[in-house]
T-cell receptor, first 114, second 117 residues
Framework: AQSVTQLDSQVPVFEEAPVELRCNYSSSVSVYLFWYVQYPNQGLQLLLKYLSGSTLVKGINGFEAEFNKSQTSFHLRKPSVHISDTAEYFCAVTPSGGSYIPTFGRGTSLIVHP | DVKVTQSSRYLVKRTGEKVFLECVQDMDHENMFWYRQDPGLGLRLIYFSYDVKMKEKGDIPEGYSVSREKKERFSLILESASTNQTSMYLC????????????????FGPGTRLTVL
């Protein structure tokens, strides 16, 4: 079984500042890792994912994340945020070996202030 | 453009009513999922289906049932709606094909906000 912990339920930040949203996971097997974003009154959409290869993954809208196997982390970063980045962000993992059911974190609300 | 659609964005029902939430995907995905989303609790899996007529319980199946008669359609049924089922319901689909580029990625519908009075 897997579990995902998003360490911050809410992250307030000023526009153009850098941001990091933290995600830690636990799993007894290899996993695939995902970050999804949910804008107000919408469904979730994929920001980026790590399946294999380079541990630094670049996604849409200038976001990137780094897979750290030893620390079982997959933190999401953006060097300069915009007001439009205000949204809920979810980290998710799925076992790489065959289950297709992701385990989601509880979400981090990113609030960008002008 | 890939698409998952849900039959209603907003729904208001009375306690005891039977409620149907419909989800349709046009990507020929094998897997389909129903989640409910509540503040502070994230997404919780209600049911999923990995093939037509197949279904598996998720973490919180009580009070819900599902139907998948066609590959593209996955319905969530609340047999007798209760106030504690007031929530946002999200449908998602994904592919099991390892040759399919967005392998294992979930595609979500816009959600149905259900209020049970």
């Amino acid at each position: 079984a897997q579990s995902v912990t998003q360490l911050d339920s809410q992250v307030p930040v000023f526009e153009e500042a850098p941001v990091e949203l933290r995600c830690n996971y636990s799993s007894s097997v290899s996993v695939y890792l995902f970050w999804y974003v949910q804008y107000p009154n919408q469904g979730l959409q994929l920001l980026l994912k790590y399946l294999s290869g380079s541990t630094l993954v670049k996604g849409i809208n200038g976001f990137e994340a780094e897979f750290n196997k030893s620390q079982t982390s997959f933190h999401l970063r953006k060097p300069s945020v915009h007001i439009s980045d205000t949204a809920e962000y979810f980290c998710a993992v799925t076992p790489s070996g065959g289950s297709y059911i992701p385990t989601f974190g509880r979400g981090t609300s990113l609030i960008v202030h002008p | 453009d890939v698409k998952v659609t849900q039959s209603s964005r907003y729904l208001v029902k009375r306690t005891g009513e039977k409620v149907f939430l419909e989800c349709v995907q046009d990507m020929d995905h094998e897997n389909m999922f129903w989640y409910r989303q509540d503040p502070g609790l994230g997404l919780r899996l209600i049911y999923f289906s990995y093939d037509v007529k197949m279904k598996e319980k998720g973490d919180i199946p009580e009070g819900y049932s599902v139907s998948r008669e066609k590959k593209e359609r996955f319905s969530l049924i609340l047999e007798s709606a209760s106030t504690n089922q007031t929530s946002m319901y999200l449908c998602a689909s994904s592919s099991r094909d390892r040759g399919y580029k967005p392998y294992n990625e979930q595609f979500f519908g816009p959600g149905t906000r259900l209020t049970v009075l």
